[in-house]
């Protein structure tokens, strides 16, 4: 019995913990998981300092999210007179339901963190040149769909905080230059929110983006092996020297070559030597193994410490003051306050000019810089190259710009839209019974 456990355990773990370079490279090849990677990569991807394997932790995140969303499909009622009974549920009468529910939000929001700060990641180090910038407009894709994703979450609760959010999130993008208002009806399924907007968030939230996203990060992930793996192989190619290499003892030479005894000056193959390389099993395969517990343990801590928000019952007749959009939209609503001018009779709106025009403009700027930039190809896979320093900058001080405007608008906008400083009293609104 024993020796059949063994042997059992070892069909399972063989490609984790292969016991030859032969097993290492059939693992690749037999396990279906690991069939995307090459069969040896970069031992400079390998580097944490390099990538900080942003983007497997971004993957560790989808993966708990698709399991976690899963899991809350089997109580979860899209309706208006049952959603946020269900959540109710879950908090109260579903054994590990809050649990589950506080995982799958924080992921989520996590997740919408951590593909942003892979993006910066890929940009700081210059990895979308060349023929990488079309995985780099695939991964700006990503991250719009991630975003999605989150936003037509955060409605499914149904309650205050929801509702009010997606009101302010619609209401925005309404102003968009003549598709606006088409935008808006067709998320809302109407004019106003009800069973419809419901209806149509679950689904795309459930099914639509999900199945989006997946395909997008299959292909995502190809480009990548298509590409040569991680930038970071452009900085071994770039770093290759003239060397002296000897003669070998069995070689005759032609009268064109070179006589026995001396050695020429070569330069250092453009591709990766045998040194340059190790096997993805279990090289690669203990790091994901890795990098996906401790995401999971990061998720299930955060679940256990802190409880997704669950306000009131949605109440369409009371309107919060103030009434926010989500953190990672909150920036877009400063912006739409900050950039509402009005001169005299004339009143240019901040939802047209800060809620849409300026964010559409940065985000066609960023989908088009790999094509814009003409920095060498020198810093590619480099670290804020110093070639790249203005664009480093520009781009460090816009994240940072959105980040301040998150943070004025979660932690210190109050009643009526005002700023609140930390120990400022704020005062006490009216509250309905």
Not at 13 to 28: G, M, Q, V
Not at 93 to 107: I, P, T, Y
Not at 207 to 222: I, R
């Amino acid at each position: 019995m024993g020796d059949k456990f063994k042997a059992l355990w070892r069909k399972v773990s063989w490609a984790w913990s292969p016991e030859s370079e032969r097993e290492s490279s059939e693992a690749i090849v037999r396990n279906f998981w690991l069939h995307w990677f090459p069969a040896k990569v970069a031992r400079a991807s390998m580097d944490w300092n390099y990538s900080f394997w942003l983007g497997t932790a971004s993957a560790s995140l989808l993966m708990i999210l698709t399991v976690t969303g899963v899991m809350l499909m089997f109580y979860y009622v899209p309706s208006t007179e049952r959603a946020y009974g269900s959540i109710k549920d879950l908090e109260y009468a579903v054994s590990f339901g809050r649990l589950l529910r506080n995982q799958h939000r924080w992921a989520a929001e996590g997740m919408v963190a951590v593909v942003y700060i892979h993006m910066a990641r890929v940009f700081f180090t210059g990895a979308y040149r060349g023929t990488r910038a079309i995985n780099w407009v695939v991964g700006v894709i990503l991250f719009l769909a991630t975003l999605l994703l989150s936003f037509t979450g955060y409605l499914l609760p149904w309650d205050q905080l929801a509702f009010w959010a997606i009101t302010v999130g619609t209401s925005i993008a309404k102003q968009a230059p003549v598709v606006g208002p088409t935008i808006q009806f067709i998320l809302l399924g109407g004019n106003e929110i009800g069973q419809q907007t419901l209806l149509r968030f679950y689904v795309l939230h459930v099914f639509f983006l999900p199945v989006f996203v997946l395909v997008l990060f299959a292909y995502h992930m190809w480009r990548v092996r298509k590409d040569g793996g991680l930038a970071a192989i452009e900085r071994v190619r770039h770093e290759r020297v003239m060397a002296p290499k000897a003669t070998p003892k069995t070689k005759s030479y032609s009268l064109f070559g070179i006589t026995p005894g001396t050695s020429v000056q070569v330069m250092s193959s453009t591709g990766l030597e045998e040194s340059d390389q190790v096997f993805s099993s279990p090289n690669m395969s203990r790091r994901i193994a890795l990098v996906f517990l401790v995401v999971f343990n990061v998720t299930l801590l955060a679940a256990l410490m802190f409880n997704a928000p669950l306000e009131g019952l949605a109440n369409p007749s009371v309107t919060p003051n103030p009434a926010k959009a989500p953190w990672y939209f909150v920036w877009l609503q400063e912006l739409v306050a900050s950039t509402t001018v009005r001169m005299g009779g004339f009143t240019v709106s901040g939802a047209l000019l800060g809620g849409i025009l300026l964010p559409g403009f940065l985000l066609a700027v960023l989908t088009l810089w790999p094509f814009i930039d003409r920095s060498s190809l020198r810093t590619e896979g480099r670290w804020l190259a110093p070639e790249r320093r203005r664009q480093n900058v520009t781009f460090a001080l816009a994240t940072l710009a959105i980040i301040v405007l998150i943070m004025i608008g979660v932690y210190l906008r109050g009643p009526y839209w005002r700023i609140y400083w930390p120990g400022q009293p704020r005062p006490e609104m009216p509250r309905l019974y």
